[in-house]
């Protein structure tokens, strides 16, 4: 039986605009500051910011 605690996964971000993909918190990715929603996270090949998990 594993511990469930020391399993790792990798969590990714893909742009839903593009299909880029990388894992979350990667360099790879670029922020964008927004007034109310504060900072986002921004697709560096086509500059959207809608992204969903993996």
Known sequence: ???ESMRQTTTRVACRNCGFEAPTGSDEWET???PSHGTLTRCPDCGSTNTTGR
Do not use: L
């Open 32 to 34: 964008a500051a927004h």
């Open 1 to 3: 039986m594993g511990d």
